[in-house]
């Protein structure tokens, strides 16, 4: 082992493009950390490229992933090594655009982090600003600029996003304004088209909508912009047509984009949570629908096969039962779907603890694969166990898509005949 450690150390070799090819020490069980056997984990790109930056030449990089909650992140050298400890479940819980930007980058080797970990003397928001005062001259900025032309371009974005936020105080300048300033009002809304984003477009719409007569003004206003919400929706289901299809999406891949984007798995969810800790487990992805209720999500990969046929070289006739199985992915999950319903019957008090309403008999989704690579054959014995299944449903990704296309079609329609009725009066 590369150092002393209170927990046995397994060992792996990371994927050469995602994980650099380091060592990687864990002391867990990988594949129910990571849902997976694969030598690779979320957001372990940034990290990897981060820990080969900052190696001495003279060592060898390597990572230790821990799920010790007692363990800081930070780094051990050793006469040939520099070690990177993580604290896995914090990692893949605080991480970002660039998890290792994010959650890590403060133990890097630039100029501004020389000291072994800034969290052993920055405890507050206030001291970091301290200490940013004190020591990021434009001696540093510029040595941390030099490093990559990317960061150019990222301080330009940040100095043009600080220059046109929108003020904390934009609701108040508005209600202040009278009908005759109704030029600000058109100007403001340019502002907001060019540099406004979500959180501040959020916040604003939120102001709005408070008093009966915005509510009932944006209403009107998202009626008339329908037809261009849809055409939003149909790009959005082409990126995950796209995504599902690639060889290599995984579902951490897919996790990722429905947490965006909820409503792919159906209408009545308004938002999602991936990793949502219950007594004795993980949930994969909590969905939460508009009731305030919520419903589980177990994903597998979507290349993973549903069900799976065995035929005897070229026989044409048509197969016995015994022929036909479940895949080993979907057992799986459907044994994961009735233990997590089993632990959340049993609990008490999870919404103070973990945010959860009611946890009796949670609707649980199974998605993984996709229905054409299912036969007639298969696809009617996967139709007969979705009608065996107590609230669980098996769902094939591709089939997500398709259900949302056709209500957007239904839409469509409706819309087309609305108009056609109000031109015929």
């Given amino acids: 082992m590369p150092i002393e ?193 979500s959180s501040q477009l959020r916040g604003l719409l939120e102001q709005i909508t408070l008093s009966e007569s915005g509510r009932a003004a944006a209403a009107d206003v998202l009626a008339g912009r329908l037809p261009e919400r849809i055409t939003d929706i149909r790009r959005q289901l082409v990126a995950y047509q796209e995504l599902i299809a690639s060889p290599g999406a995984t579902e951490t891949d897919v996790q990722g984009f429905l947490e965006i984007h909820p409503w792919i798995v159906g209408l009545p969810y308004v938002s999602a949570r991936s990793r949502v800790e219950i007594p004795r487990g993980e949930l994969d992805f909590v969905l939460e629908r508009f009731d305030g209720f919520f419903d589980v999500v177990e994903l597998k990969g979507p290349q993973e096969p549903i069900i799976v046929e065995r035929r005897d070289g070229g026989a044409t006739r048509p197969l016995s039962a015994s022929s036909y199985s479940l895949s080993p992915a979907l057992a799986k999950a459907i044994a994961q779907a009735h233990h997590y319903r089993a632990l959340l019957d049993l609990a008490r008090e999870l919404h103070d603890q973990y945010g959860l309403v009611d946890t009796r008999q949670p609707r649980i989704l199974i998605v993984l694969g996709c229905s054409t690579s299912l036969t007639e054959t298969s696809r009617e014995v996967l139709r007969q166990l979705n009608l065996s299944l107590h609230r669980v449903e098996v769902i094939p990704y591709d089939l997500l898509g398709t259900r949302t296309v056709g209500l957007l079609d239904n839409l469509e329609s409706l819309l087309d005949g609305s108009e056609v009725s109000k031109k015929s009066l």
Avoid at 29 to 45: E, I, K, L, S
Wanted: charged share 25%.
């Fill in 5 to 197: 450690w209170d927990r046995p150390l397994a060992h792996r070799r990371g994927a050469g493009d995602r994980l650099a090819g380091l060592d990687v020490y864990y002391d867990f069980d990988w594949q129910t950390m990571f849902r997976h056997d694969r030598a690779v984990f979320p957001h372990g790109r940034s990290l990897a490229q981060l820990v080969v930056r900052d190696c001495p030449d003279s060592k060898t990089p390597a990572l230790l992933l821990t799920e010790r909650r007692d363990v800081p992140p930070c780094i051990q050298e050793t006469e040939d090594r520099y070690i990177v400890i993580v604290p896995i479940r914090d990692y893949l819980r605080d991480a970002g655009a660039d998890a290792a930007s994010t959650y890590y980058a403060r133990l890097s080797g630039t100029p501004l982090t020389q000291l072994p970990s800034l969290a052993d003397v920055i405890f507050s928001a206030a001291e970091f600003e301290g200490f940013l005062d004190e020591h990021l001259t434009a001696a540093a900025l510029a040595g941390w600029l030099s490093k990559s032309p990317d960061r150019i371009e990222t301080l330009r974005d940040l100095v043009d996003s600080e220059a046109g936020s929108v003020s904390t105080n934009a609701a108040d300048a508005l209600r202040g304004l009278t009908v005759e300033d109704a030029a600000v009002f058109e100007e403001f809304a340019h502002y907001l088209e060019r540099v406004g984003d």
